[in-house]
């Protein structure tokens, strides 16, 4: 790879310093370059991106006209809302966490509040010892049917009987089998909902395999509900985004009154 010349070249005066020429070859450094980089690049595995993976709502083989339709006993509304301590979301003190609340009725909406659930509050609460809780119980035992199966495929794919493809494969198929009894879920974003408080809602339609839900607007009754959940409650939920589109659309004189709405 490398030449020492000490001949100097031609003649040279008795006692002159002898001059010494190196000469370096680096192709060779090259070719040993290029074969680390070849080496790297088939030794290294590249980072797989970090997204979230959700079971995508589909209409499945049901019936276009049939699509906004589903049976009572399958339907059940999520109204998310999020708790404020002023104009900034609430904090569990406990958790460190954003304060959601889950407001949901199975079926159709009890306007005439016969039922003593009629409207029922939850929390996005996860697994507390292994325990679905919260919101996730709730789901959970909606798609008792096809989360029972869903383990199983789980199981064979730790146990190495299936592969990862054979399982996702089967487990996309058993969450749309139209054979087992499966939830419609109807998720209403509030107006003061933070869109932490969304994703945790499509996160626990992923963890369920809940593969028929919608995200819509809530209505006029939604709103009912809530404020006779709230009165008989005796709650003083503050929603600063209801508080601050009341006060911008009364007229200067109502400022008092829409401020204590």
Request: proline share 4%; net charge neutral; glycine share 4%.
């Amino acid at each position: 790879m490398a030449q020492i010349d000490t001949s100097g070249g031609g003649k040279k005066k008795k006692g002159a310093q002898k001059k010494i020429a190196i000469h370096v070859d680096f192709t060779p450094m090259v070719d040993m370059n290029m074969l680390l980089i070849t080496f790297f690049m088939l030794c290294t595995t590249m980072i797989k991106s970090q997204t979230l993976q959700i079971v995508l709502p589909t209409n499945e083989d049901v019936k276009k006209e049939n699509q906004n339709q589903a049976k009572q006993s399958e339907a059940i509304t999520l109204i998310l809302d999020t708790e404020y301590n002023g104009a900034t979301p609430a904090v569990d003190e406990e958790t460190g966490k954003t304060i959601h609340n889950i407001y949901y009725y199975e079926g159709i909406a009890d306007t005439t509040f016969s039922t003593p659930k009629y409207l029922q509050k939850e929390q996005f609460v996860g697994n507390v010892n292994h325990e679905a809780q919260g919101i996730r119980k709730i789901l959970l035992n909606k798609n008792q049917q096809v989360m029972e199966e869903y383990n199983k495929l789980k199981e064979q794919w730790k146990n190495k009987e299936i592969t990862k493809e054979e399982f996702q494969q089967k487990a996309k198929a058993n969450a749309s089998d139209s054979l087992k009894t499966r939830p419609v879920v109807v998720i209403k974003p509030g107006p003061n909902t933070t869109y932490e408080g969304l994703i945790n809602a499509i996160d626990e339609m992923n963890i369920n395999q809940i593969s028929r839900y919608s995200i819509e607007l809530p209505t006029h009754t939604d709103s009912v509900l809530l404020r006779h959940f709230e009165q008989e409650k005796g709650l003083n939920i503050i929603r600063p985004t209801i508080r601050a589109a009341k006060t911008a659309a009364a007229p200067a004189g109502d400022e008092a009154s829409a401020s204590n709405q």
